[in-house]
């Protein structure tokens, strides 16, 4: 398909020697002695293990790694021959969290903030924000809200924002991390698309090589401390790097997942917990689904999937006892409920504590200690335990979390987070647990972790609920499947 | 049949469905567009406000609080809004003025007849007068900061800020970026009240819930902010370049007109105020 000539770039080289970054405060360097050569118009694959400076790279290529308060430097990293900050609007960046990216109100002048500081002129400006909302394929008129788009939409558009400055070079960081399938795709084929008509150099960080190996043509392997261990086409060095980026954590496609299969289980033996005639919203008035019945035995793992919007992670809560439901009831089992009433709802929040546990989908909500200890402390302290240290250093250790005991949750990894979320409600030996979205944007290390974890679980007895969009999850844990209605065809059985 | 039992593959039971009377979120409602004022630029309004309210802050009396009152309602009817409206955007300041004027009635400097006394509380002729005069001057001038900014669009606002009052772009753009977390925020705040709970540590008092999420929503705010921040300088936002503005941003006419009308509802309250002779400025 030809195109007008004036959507292309010229690409952007990128040269790195003997180049290292060190944050202001830290003793380790982020990434050291980065040798890198990329030409112009190569599209690469950078992946590597949490640590190895991926993203300090990205960062500053981007040029917004800070000057020299921020932190130091050493050798060079060049674009185009000079200083990333000397070249502004040479690159685009988009980065990982869809909400952090979003400036304005507006559709198109969120995608006309780069060229303003720039300094385009007025007219150029909207020819361009028309042509990049048309390139990502984000079909909605320029006054639209950006509040009201979807993850994958956001992302589309913090592209959009980045290929209006016309940038020789485009740096995506995890740009599909927090994003489900649907999304993934769409980010996908507006990259796709926008790399035919500009012609512009990629580089792309990602642990989810599937998403990626097809259109860049280079991938490198970073090892820890930012060395190159791999460098070549894709197809090569997913074979010669095989060990080490499984060893990373690195998705490698076509590699099995040794987890096993879920096994078919009866949803009405052993229930826990039920819910009947629900009707679940986040506000009154505001109902969501309506006539959802679903049962969560004991001893067995529950999946629940959904398209976006329709309530999943909303009935999550409810069967919780977090949120209460617009009509019907939630029904904890005489086992469950243990002498108190049967609707979770109406428990304090120490007597949900050991019955129900939920893991929320976003870790950073969920912290309120200081160090990764302190937050298993809590659950046991709320239930008045004195020997806390004889419970947490064994979930410490299963977690693989043990040496990490004094950091500040906060500074831990996305895959380190989650472990940790999970850790600290699983101290306090719920009966029923519920996840939500559990694999969200984690490696393939992590991934394994949490699946085995969770068939663990169930095979102790616990009635464990899941919410996710993850087609590998289901096939792994899904001994009882929900899914909730996309239309209004109500109840009934599908494959 | 003793033994295990071959089970089926698992198969996905539907659940639920779509309420019949599903309201689709509200699509965002556009305020009332204020007629006469289309084109006029939201920092000329501003303007407006500070020409109307500033010369009532000058004088403690009933008559220009009065005047002014009347000839704003005549204008905004005129414009337009409709009481019901101004009765849904005002209620604040309506429950605020008699309350300012409560006070003043118990505990305002007494002169006159007095009529009822108990403790430091007085009502007098002195105090009744100060009251009609604080409640009438807290709507007079709560009225127009509200109305004049009932369609104002923030992005519209800020880029008047900085294009025809020069503000710094840097400064007027961060915040208007930065007002756009606060919705993030309200939803942080829920997730984080919910996980409280299901932590085990929702049963705290109040207060203390209160301290603690306050802290770690800052803490959040934080790291929002910077991601933010990241991301604008990503996008060449405080680079050295002189800025370009993709949405001019210009006055006129209609703007000129707007601040002769606010100057003649401020003269004619000040005015009618030393004509039937109650002016009366703080300052003596």
């Given at each position: 398909m030809s195109r007008p000539v004036s959507e292309r770039v010229a690409p952007a080289s990128v040269e790195a020697r003997g180049w290292g970054w060190r944050h202001a405060?830290?003793?380790?360097?982020?990434?050291?002695?980065l040798d890198l050569s990329i030409a112009p118009g190569e599209r690469v694959l950078l992946v590597g293990p949490s640590g190895s400076g991926k993203s300090t790279v990205l960062h500053a290529l981007a040029g917004v790694n800070g000057g020299a308060e921020e932190g130091e430097s050493v050798g060079e990293l060049l674009l185009d021959g000079v200083g990333p900050a000397d070249r502004r609007g040479r690159s685009g960046l988009v980065l990982q969290d869809p909400d952090s990216q979003v400036v304005l109100s507006r559709l198109g002048d969120d995608v006309a903030f780069g060229c303003e500081n720039l300094g385009v002129e007025r007219s150029e400006i909207w020819s361009r924000v028309r042509d990049a909302v048309d390139a990502v394929g984000l079909e909605l008129p320029l006054d639209h809200p950006t509040s009201r788009l979807s993850g994958g939409q956001k992302q589309r558009l913090a592209l959009a924002g980045a290929i209006a400055m016309r940038p020789g070079l485009l740096l995506l960081d995890e740009p599909t991390a927090n994003l489900d399938p649907e999304g993934v795709a769409e980010v996908r084929a507006a990259v796709s698309r926008v790399l035919d008509r500009t012609g512009a150099t990629l580089v792309v960080v990602e642990h989810r090589v599937d998403v990626w190996h097809e259109l860049v043509d280079r991938m490198v392997v970073l090892g820890r401390e930012g060395r190159v261990i791999a460098d070549g086409r894709p197809k090569e060095v997913l074979v010669s790097a095989r060990v080490e980026l499984l060893a990373a954590g690195v998705w490698v496609p076509g590699e099995p997942l040794d987890v096993g299969a879920a096994r078919a289980a009866d949803p009405d033996t052993d229930v826990l917990l039920s819910g009947h005639g629900l009707t679940i919203g986040r506000q009154a008035g505001r109902p969501l689904r309506t006539g959802v019945e679903l049962a969560v035995p004991a001893g067995a793992s529950t999946v629940l999937t959904g398209p976006n919007g329709a309530g999943k992670s909303t009935l999550a809560l409810t069967l919780g006892g977090l949120l209460r439901p617009l009509a019907g009831r939630v029904v904890a089992a005489p086992a469950l409920a243990a002498g108190i009433g049967?609707?979770?709802?109406?428990?304090?929040s120490r007597e949900l504590l050991h019955r129900i546990g939920t893991v929320f989908q976003e870790p950073e909500h969920q912290f309120v200690a200081r160090t990764v200890r302190g937050e298993l402390g809590v659950a046991l302290r709320a239930l008045g335990e004195q020997d806390t240290a004889s419970r947490v250093d064994p979930v410490l250790e299963r977690l693989r979390l043990e040496h990490l005991a004094e950091a500040n949750p906060f500074t831990l990894s996305g895959g380190e987070q989650r472990r940790l979320t999970a850790a600290s409600v699983l101290v306090a030996r719920p009966r029923v647990v519920i996840l939500d979205e559990p694999t969200f944007g984690q490696d393939r290390l992590t991934w394994i972790e949490l699946v085995r974890l969770v068939r663990e679980l169930a095979d102790d007895g616990v009635a464990v609920l899941s919410v996710s969009h993850d087609a590998a999850y289901r096939e792994a844990l899904g001994d009882v499947r929900y899914a909730l209605g996309a239309d209004s065809l109500g109840t009934g059985k599908a494959a | 049949m003793t033994g295990r039992v071959e089970r089926a593959a698992p198969t996905t039971t539907v659940i639920g469905r779509r309420p019949s009377d599903a309201t689709e979120?509200?699509?965002?409602?556009?305020p009332p567009r204020l007629r006469l004022l289309p084109r006029v630029n939201p920092v000329t309004r501003l303007a407006a406000a500070i020409l109307v309210t500033t010369p009532l802050l000058f004088t403690i009396d009933w008559v220009s609080a009065a005047v002014a009152l009347t000839l704003q309602l005549a204008l905004f009817l005129a414009a337009g809004v409709r009481p019901s409206t101004m009765l849904r955007r005002c209620w604040p300041i309506l429950v605020a003025a008699p309350l300012a004027g409560l006070s003043m009635l118990l505990y305002g400097r007494p002169a006159g007849t007095e009529y009822w006394s108990f403790w430091l509380a007085r009502i007098t002729d002195g105090s009744i007068e100060l009251a009609v005069a604080v409640t009438l001057r807290v709507l007079a001038i709560g009225l127009p900061a509200v109305l004049l900014f009932l369609d104002v669009d923030p992005t519209e606002l800020a880029d008047g800020l900085a294009q025809v009052w020069r503000l710094p772009a840097r400064f007027v753009l961060g915040a208007l970026a930065g007002a756009r977390l606060i919705g993030l925020f309200l939803d942080d705040w829920r997730a984080m009240a919910m996980s409280r709970r299901a932590r085990g540590i929702g049963d705290h008092g109040a207060v203390r819930r209160f301290a603690t999420m306050a802290f770690a929503l800052l803490v959040l705010a934080i790291r929002r902010g910077s991601k933010l921040a990241t991301a604008m300088e990503a996008r060449g936002f405080g680079a050295r370049t002189a800025r370009s503005w993709a949405r001019p941003s210009t006055i006129g006419a209609p703007d000129a007109a707007l601040l002769v009308i606010a100057l003649s509802v401020a003269g004619c309250a000040i005015g009618g105020a030393i004509l039937a002779g109650t002016f009366h400025p703080v300052w003596v």
């Open positions: 405060g830290r003793r380790r360097w982020a990434i050291e002695g049967p609707d979770p709802s109406g428990w304090r | 979120a509200p699509a965002a409602v556009p």
